[in-house]
């Protein structure tokens, strides 16, 4: 059954203005409140009309109810949080219904399957991460759902907020995968499934709406207390809500700078010590890092705050523990200054910000503040949803830029607090093999330095491991799988590897995992051909003495792309299109060969993949297997197959 969706609420600036026309009889303006001019909004919404969840993932039963109520499973899969923001949301308002008992359940938390045949309804908001795969905690859940292991779910209800971004290729394909397993299984579908695309509260909304609606019209049985269904899972472990603390052994810079321009990239090592991680080629690393410390007393001098005073940590925050896994904090709350440092986003800010502020503001006298509330004004005549004109001014900004901009509407700290993201871990593909050595693991991390709005910025992370963590310290990390970006098992297979800049990193584990097997188990190796590309040989030619090494002892067929070293820019993609490479990879490929390709996502993979079109095209003769005329459409199908048969692998990015 579809639930209805509730209207979208009009969004413009307008939408906050009281209606003239309703004003009580003798009832004026004070011209001097900007409070007059705005509809009143309950205290705890914001202006998208979300209630702030709490802090907590798990809701609570009563300790007394008066009432039987149905019990709810809230099943969410996310990679930054946003999954989990929904679903807590979701629980809340399940609850403010007094008619259901939600119970909010991470699937990372579900390793080894979940007893799914003995809940009555399912509520499932999933992301999708990277090109079209689980979240990696959630991972092993996905796979369980789709084993045999996976019960009959003829009883069950369910319905999927399936969450993705439109720029990649396999929008929301974890959210439809989900679905479909659950329709295969028997569960019976509540409300058709909506993709969400990036933060869409809008979207997120209407789903939520629909499902309360539908639920209502569901036979649920309702008992007067929780029945407990047991979650089959592991022990604690490793992960990204509980990273190891690695310990730093040496940061090793790669690029000869002479100018503010060059690129600069370091080698990361770091030691797992005896922490049992473990990890293949093509995995990535998820680091913790903390805000720039000047970063942090700026905001708290422009908040008026003092850095001292305790907070509640929030509940998204990873578990801080020593290399023993022994806790290191035994209560829930830290001094403001350190939660501003290591748990929260003080780089990019919310829309939510912007609509608090403006919520503020509805409490100050207008004279002497023109100008701050003409500006909000302007920004939102658009509206806040969707609007390009909201887009881009967050785009340019930190938090601290927008808390400046809006001064005079100065917002209580917890709601300053629930305004601002969750500092995420970065992902770096390790550009190490394990067999090197177990308790060790290297990263190629490109530093992150730029201007904006004639202010000097940094990356976060890229500058934390490069600028502002010493040798011997300790930094939360965790094993990021990726199980679609691997070698092949056979490592006769030929292989070639497309990777410019920092997408060099996983080809260096590809090579040096190779010719370690070869040296440890005298496994013999097929061809390997890498194709990698940089401004200048002279600057940033990542790794070059050793890759020229590989090349000359027969390790690696080395082909190179300095951008800048002539007139006419040469890249990658250039160089595949020369005669003579690409009558060597589509000979590689003949023989059965894999295709990686590794880095920027917004050029250079699509570049890449054209290039690879056309010497399919130039080369693949028609057949019973390819049978179309066009020979573009048959090199189109031709890669299509190789895709399917995890032949041609990508892990890209967007920057």
């Not at 680091?287 to 942090?296: L, M, S």
């Not at 990726?482 to 590897?497: A, C, G």
């Not at 003495?545 to 007139?567: C, N, P, Y």
């Amino acid at each position: 059954m579809l639930g209805s969706r509730q209207a979208a609420p009009e969004t413009g600036f307008k939408s906050f203005l009281k209606d003239e026309s309703v004003l009580p009889a003798g009832q004026e303006r004070d011209s001097k409140s900007f409070n007059s001019f705005l509809k009143s909004r309950g205290k705890d919404s914001d202006a998208n009309g979300n209630e702030p969840c709490e802090t907590n993932g798990n809701i609570e039963e009563e300790e007394l109810e008066d009432r039987p109520r149905a019990n709810v499973l809230v099943l969410y899969g996310t990679e930054f949080g946003f999954s989990r923001e929904i679903a807590e949301k979701l629980a809340q308002e399940l609850k403010h219904t007094k008619e259901y008992r939600p119970r909010v359940l991470n699937m990372a938390d579900c390793t080894e399957g979940l007893e799914l045949n003995k809940h009555q309804a399912v509520l499932i908001p999933v992301s999708t991460q990277g090109d079209g795969v689980a979240p990696a905690e959630a991972r092993e859940f996905c796979d369980w759902l789709e084993s045999d292991a996976a019960p009959a779910l003829r009883e069950t209800y369910f319905s999927v907020c399936a969450l993705g971004d439109k720029t990649y290729t396999h929008f929301c394909r974890c959210g439809k995968k989900v679905d479909a397993r659950m329709e295969a299984l028997g569960a019976r579908r509540m409300v058709d499934r909506v993709d969400v695309d990036k933060e869409d509260w809008d979207a997120v909304n209407g789903w939520i709406s629909s499902v309360i609606s539908s639920l209502s019209s569901l036979p649920l049985i309702k008992e007067l207390r929780s029945s407990q269904v047991e979650v089959s899972s592991t022990k604690a472990k490793w992960g990204k809500s509980r990273p190891y603390p690695a310990k730093l052994v040496s940061v090793e810079r790669l690029c000869q700078i002479q100018r503010d321009t060059d690129k600069d990239t370091i080698c990361v090592q770091l030691s797992v010590g005896d922490s049992g991680l473990c990890y293949e080629p093509g995995d990535a690393l998820g680091v913790y890092p903390a805000n720039r410390g000047q970063d942090v007393e700026d905001l708290l001098e422009a908040l008026s705050e003092d850095g001292n005073q305790l907070v509640t940590i929030p509940s998204w925050h990873y578990s801080e523990v020593d290399a023993e896994g022994n806790p290191l904090r035994t209560e829930g709350r830290m001094a403001l200054r350190e939660a501003l440092t290591k748990c929260y986003d003080i780089r990019e800010p919310r829309m939510s910000l912007l609509s608090n502020l403006l919520e503020q503001m509805s409490s100050i006298p207008t004279n002497g503040h023109t100008l701050q509330i003409q500006k909000i004004q302007n920004l939102l005549s658009d509206g806040l949803a969707k609007s390009a004109k909201v887009e881009k001014y967050l785009a340019q900004r930190h938090v601290l830029d927008v808390v400046r901009d809006f001064a005079v509407a100065k917002l209580p700290l917890d709601k300053f607090l629930s305004s601002l993201r969750q500092l995420q871990p970065r992902l770096y593909s390790i550009s190490s093999s394990q067999l090197e050595g177990e308790d060790r693991v290297s990263l190629t991390v490109a530093i992150v330095r730029y201007e904006a709005l004639g202010k000097d910025r940094v990356g976060v992370c890229s500058t934390f491991l490069s600028d502002r963590v010493d040798q011997g310290s300790r930094i939360p990390i965790f094993v990021s799988k990726n199980p679609d970006f691997r070698l092949p098992r056979d490592s006769r297979t030929p292989i070639v590897m497309i990777g410019p800049g920092t997408g060099l990193a996983p080809f260096r584990a590809f090579v040096k995992e190779r010719i370690l097997r070869e040296k440890i188990h005298s496994e013999e190796h097929g061809p390997a051909m890498l194709f990698f590309g940089c401004r200048d040989s002279k600057q940033d030619y990542l790794y070059g003495d050793l890759l020229e090494s590989w090349h000359d002892e027969g390790k690696i067929e080395l082909v190179t792309a300095f951008s800048r070293m002539q007139e006419k820019k040469v890249y990658v993609q250039t160089r595949l299109r020369e005669e003579s490479c690409a009558k060597r990879v589509w000979d590689l490929v003949s023989q059965g060969g894999h295709i990686y390709i590794c880095g920027d996502a917004n050029h250079m993979a699509g570049e890449v993949e054209q290039a690879l079109l056309e010497i399919f095209s130039n080369n693949l003769p028609q057949s019973d297997v390819f049978p179309q005329v066009d020979a573009t459409k048959r090199a189109v199908a031709y890669l299509q197959s190789l895709s399917e048969e995890h032949r041609y692998e990508r892990d890209v990015w967007f920057s």
